[in-house]
């Protein structure tokens, strides 16, 4: 006999009239599901859904949660093949701004048309034979915008673009957060390689309460900050060193993971600016840790 005649012959119990109708449901989901591919999200909004989901995660935790970034995974997810994608729309645009008598060029980039703003701005200082060219020439601004951050490159007193006027130690430590002041910048996340400590670090150490995050790369000056300030630092730190570098790389290593939140990445065969040696590497270092930053900061 048929089946459907069969179906005609079975009482159609409680039971049964209940089973029809879920394997129906069933069946018309999958067929939803097969059907409908939806939009993809934007990318900047990849940080909004981790902060929704950390703050689920995290009841009761800060951005002063040692433990948490210690052990997190800096390399627990690539960078989203969208962003690599949208880097070249992303527009650069050059600036000068005078801050404490020096004629500061910095570039700037914003999230590209279709990027979603995370709302998070990253400066990236440099090393003493470097400039913001350097992030240019690296693709460090573009990818950076095309996670959805605003991304601010300088020129440090007495390099590229910004005069031959160097400054002595004590405008040094006062710099930084005047050029801050001067964009009106929120707190932010700062990649300090090498040389740009002599800035970075008085600001870390005095007005903490200006940077969201820190990226030290084999930084200068960590031996001028005293241990009781970095113990009391709770700011998440990334700390960069190349496995070639045993000088400043191993003793700014050891200084900065005296700072309660930071955890230390080797990039393997890296020389002193290890960046340049794996740009992959460390773009997707910077691309989880900000990620997490961000989130957290919805948590805090």
Not at 117 to 130: K, N, P, T, W
């Amino acid at each position: 006999m048929a089946p459907s005649l069969m179906l005609n012959k079975i009482p159609m119990t409680p039971f049964r009239v209940m089973v029809a109708v879920s394997g129906v449901a069933a069946i018309c989901l999958v067929i939803s599901a097969l059907s409908t591919t939806g939009p993809k999200p934007k990318l900047g909004a990849v940080f909004q859904q981790a902060a929704k989901t950390v703050k689920r995660q995290a009841t009761g935790k800060t951005m002063a949660d040692a433990s948490f970034w210690r052990s997190l995974n800096l390399q627990a997810e690539k960078i989203p093949q969208q962003v690599l994608d949208s880097k070249s729309s992303v527009t650069v645009n050059t600036n000068h701004i005078n801050i404490m008598g020096t004629n500061t060029f910095y570039r700037e980039a914003n999230p590209p048309s279709g990027v979603t703003s995370s709302g998070e701005v990253v400066v990236l200082l440099h090393g003493m034979a470097f400039k913001s060219e350097t992030w240019l020439n690296l693709g460090t601004i573009n990818i950076l915008a095309a996670m959805g951050h605003r991304v601010i490159a300088i020129d440090l007193p007495g390099f590229g673009n910004s005069g031959r006027q160097e400054l002595g130690p004590e405008l040094r430590r006062s710099w930084l957060q005047s050029f801050f002041i001067a964009l009106d910048l929120p707190p932010s996340i700062v990649v300090s390689p090498s040389f740009s400590g002599v800035y970075s670090l008085p600001m870390l150490a005095l007005q903490s309460q200006e940077l969201a995050g820190f990226v030290p790369i084999a930084v200068d000056a960590t031996d001028e900050v005293p241990v009781n300030y970095l113990q009391s630092i709770m700011i998440p730190t990334l700390i960069i060193y190349g496995e070639k570098d045993h000088n400043l790389g191993i003793s700014s290593r050891d200084d900065l993971l005296k700072i309660p939140t930071s955890q230390a990445v080797m990039i393997p065969q890296g020389s002193h600016p290890a960046y340049l040696d794996n740009p992959a590497m460390f773009h997707e270092l910077l691309y989880n840790f900000i990620k997490q930053v961000h989130a957290h900061k919805a948590v805090a």
